[in-house]
């Protein structure tokens, strides 16, 4: 489904770690295509507060890699587009950091004087 997916810090709290188990496909459902590339981290936020943190990474055939971190709270559970929400805010995140390194490459690139 995913590169790679790790459960950290969870540690006596079964439950919130069956929440992040849970959420793994909801979030494959919004990655889709770039599923088998991406590496997925969940882990207790340091709230205490019952939160999950999702941190994505991805690296790009071109070299170009990045990665981007967000939280989903337990009211999030009470509905099922905030959990997609949560997981999607997450994943635009990180493309548009890849989109950014990306585009500072093509500009470099353009800054090169052309040979002749």
Known sequence: MFKKVEY????G?????????ELTP????????????????????????????????LTLPSGASGSAMGTVRPKDF?????LRSR?????SDLLGVLSGRLMG???????EPAGV
Do not use: H, M, Y
């Open 13 to 21: 709290l079964t439950e919130l770690k069956a929440r992040a188990v």
């Open 26 to 57: 909801v979030l494959a459902d919004e990655v889709r295509t770039w599923r088998d590339d991406v590496e997925v981290v969940w882990s207790p936020a340091p709230d205490g507060g019952g939160s999950l943190n999702l941190s994505l990474s």
């Open 8 to 11: 950290a810090g969870f540690e």
């Open 78 to 82: 009470a509905e099922d587009w905030l």
């Open 87 to 91: 997981c999607r805010q997450v994943w």
């Open 105 to 111: 490459r093509i500009r470099e690139f353009l800054a």
